[in-house]
């Protein structure tokens, strides 16, 4: 079990480019969650997926952001046209836990993708 | 509008000392409550769990209490070590798992 990965762990990016992070999640895992996260705060729940369905988007999630988890596997959370307030580490959480109901399984958090618009 | 607190000022201890962290919580019924660890640059690791039935939780130098009424719970770290500076993070799921976090509390433990 090598825990929840993410990629790259650090990007710098120009305002206006589009950027893409990379999940891999515990194997067997079938939920994952995106959290963002700024200095000196605990992380904002973004969306969340059982399996490959997107179950739920935060107000946050602007229309410039998109995430995908094809074939339940693997995610991507998408980032288009860049702005300076986006800049935050962007935190991918995998479990595992029955379709309906969270039962309290432990959440596994990756390290994180720092992204810094300039 | 859901809230969670945590006391935002730094926490200096000295080691061996207990170090007591609050985490408060209003507009919410959360099924489970966590505690996680965060170090610079670094993702929370989990380290508690309580469900809303119960009332303390256990596990190794760390005590959690869970007081629904208060809308409260405690967190201790007891024979604290300089290992232990780090920023703690209450978290309340709800039914699904969505986690919505404090801001975290630093502790710093000096030797």
């Known amino acids: 079990d090598t825990g929840v990965s993410q990629d790259p762990r650090h990007k710098i990016t120009k305002r206006g480019q589009n950027v893409t992070f990379r999940c891999d999640p515990i194997s067997e895992h079938n939920r994952l969650y995106w959290y963002r996260q700024t200095l000196g705060q605990g992380p904002e729940f973004l969306t969340y997926f059982q399996n490959e369905a997107q179950l739920e988007k935060s107000r946050l999630l602007s229309d410039r952001f998109s995430a995908e988890r094809p074939k339940g596997s693997f995610s991507t959370l998408e980032i288009q046209r860049t702005e300076q307030g986006d800049s935050a580490m962007y935190l991918c959480?995998?479990?595992?836990?029955?379709?309906?109901?969270?039962?309290?399984?432990?959440?596994?958090f990756g390290e994180g993708s720092w992204l810094t618009v300039v | 509008s859901q809230k969670i607190e945590q006391n935002s000022e730094a926490l200096n201890i000295q080691e061996g000392k207990t170090a007591t962290l609050t985490c408060n919580y209003t507009?919410?019924?959360?099924?489970?409550l966590q505690w996680y660890r965060q170090d610079p640059g670094r993702g929370p690791v989990f380290l508690l769990l309580i469900r809303e039935n119960e009332k303390e939780k256990r596990k190794e130098r760390l005590k959690v209490t869970f007081d629904t009424t208060l809308k409260q719970s405690l967190f201790h770290i007891t024979a604290s070590q300089p290992a232990d500076s780090a920023t703690y993070l209450c978290a309340l799921a709800d039914s699904w798992g969505k986690l919505q976090f404090g801001a975290g509390t630093q502790v710093v433990v000096t030797p």
């Open positions: 507009n919410y019924s959360p099924a489970y």
């Open positions: 959480a995998s479990s595992w836990g029955p379709r309906d109901r969270y039962s309290g399984n432990t959440i596994y």
